[in-house]
């Protein structure tokens, strides 16, 4: 069973940068597809960007491709997540997830079951 843990969430004020990482323990991600998602008040839990383990493949959501860029090291099992120029309306819990899924799948999150506890980021303008 993999478990995942995030860390690098904070404050940071609109126009700056963070990055977060996902520490995978207890299997190595290898033939995985992780991502990130992230879920703000009141909303659903959406998808931001995904990476193939393997290939390393990007996917990314219109609303963060340009800005926000997602990495892996496989030596140490860490995923990351670069967010460059923040806005406001990127304020939300971030969550790392992964599973053996078709890419077809990667957007939606019912398809993970494996999932990081989420870190806070929350930009001020």
């Known amino acids: 069973q993999v478990q995942l843990s995030e860390t690098g969430g904070g404050s940071v004020q609109a126009g700056g940068s963070l990055t977060l990482s996902c520490l995978a323990t207890g299997s190595t991600l290898s033939g995985y597809r992780s991502s990130w998602f992230r879920q703000a008040p009141g909303k659903d839990r959406e998808f931001v960007a995904g990476?193939?383990?393997?290939?390393?493949?990007?996917y990314y959501a219109d609303s963060v491709k340009g800005r926000f860029t997602i990495s892996r090291d496989k030596a140490k099992n860490t995923m990351y997540l670069q967010m460059n120029g923040v806005e406001p309306e990127d304020t939300a819990v971030y969550y790392c997830?992964?599973?053996?899924?078709?890419?077809?799948?990667?957007?939606?999150?019912?398809?993970?079951?494996?999932w990081g506890q989420g870190t806070q980021v929350t930009v001020s303008s």
């Open positions: 997830a992964t599973g053996r899924l078709i890419l077809s799948s990667l957007r939606y999150a019912e398809h993970y079951n494996n």
């Open positions: 990476i193939g383990w393997n290939d390393g493949r990007t």
